[in-house]
């Protein structure tokens, strides 16, 4: 297996003479995807949940069977725990607006990263205004991580909520979620994994990671735009109020009053995006038949080679972990003394797509699988 046989099953790539470096925006989708999403339109294309005839009976089957292949690739311990969403930042707001609203209180703390993407970060601002809860940073040292000292400074026993992204979609920075984890249930907080950057590249137990919410987007992961999962502790879900109301998530409504369905039902209201469903589905399937190992093993001979090669450059600074362990497929740079958005044009114009940050004063490239 090699790199140039795996670029050949994305349609786009060989439709378009491009080099697609921004996979950690959106990853391109191979024909085993598309063709799948078609094949649900053309031949079972029903609402859900909805009808007791046969094609919407069949489409049921499909969506839930999708939810138990997730549930099997993460290795949640209960089917009710996998809860579609149209993205990761839709899951991160679930959680704040009916975990955080109803659970936090003035005094309370709610610790996350100076790396997290703005949707593991705005919601917490909201929350925290809402509440009365004080939001801390946990900050990075020279070498781009966060410290076992930062961890432990950072989360004490006011400590409620922590929400940390598994892989830096700027930086690459693998952060010790195990740690973090560990050490915010022995304060008493749950916490949040944003791990959309890092379900594409390495394997993800939720059990083992000990988890209470992890949550990510289909769309980096090779599967359609506007599909995401959040995966919660049941015991914690139960008790959550739903986000969204109407449609599925239903159990009886009177005049002034209305039941909620159980879970996962609870949380999905509306009729769902099961194209997407089904897009994803077919998208575990091809990661598992290239399986973890190849995909690491690949990016790993891809990195090394574009950071040997981007190092002999005396005009770009990396920002870089020191230790490659920690590190995932983004490599950050700046051309000194040039805009992000014009090495990105001038990138563009020779058929390279890379993603360029202003705030950050460098360019990102994603590494993927091809």
Known sequence: MDIESIKSDFPLLQDRKITYLDSGATTQKPKKVIDEINNFYKKYNANPHRGAYALSMEATEIYEATRDKIANFINARNREEIIFSKNASES??????SYGLDNLKAGDEIVISIMEHHSNLVPWQMVAKRTGAKLKFMYINENFEI???EIENKITDKT???????????????NNVEKIIKYAHKKGAIVVVDGSQSIPHKKIDVQKLDADFFVFSAHKMLAPLGIGVLYGKKELLNNMTPFLM???MIEYVYEQETTYAPLPNKFEAGTQNVGGVVGLGSAIDYINELGYENIEKIEKEVINYAICELSKLDYLDLYLTSNRE???GVISFNIKGVHPHDVA?????EGVC?????SLCSTTIKIYRY
């Open 345 to 349: 044009s001038i990138l563009d114009s």
């Open 354 to 358: 890379v993603r360029s940050r202003k």
């Open 326 to 328: 920690k590190h995932s």
């Open 246 to 248: 109407g449609g599925d």
């Open 147 to 149: 410290s076992d000292e």
């Open 160 to 174: 409620r909520i922590v929400g940390i992204t598994h892989i830096s979609n700027v930086l690459g920075t693998v």
């Open 92 to 97: 991160l707001n679930l959680i704040a607006y």
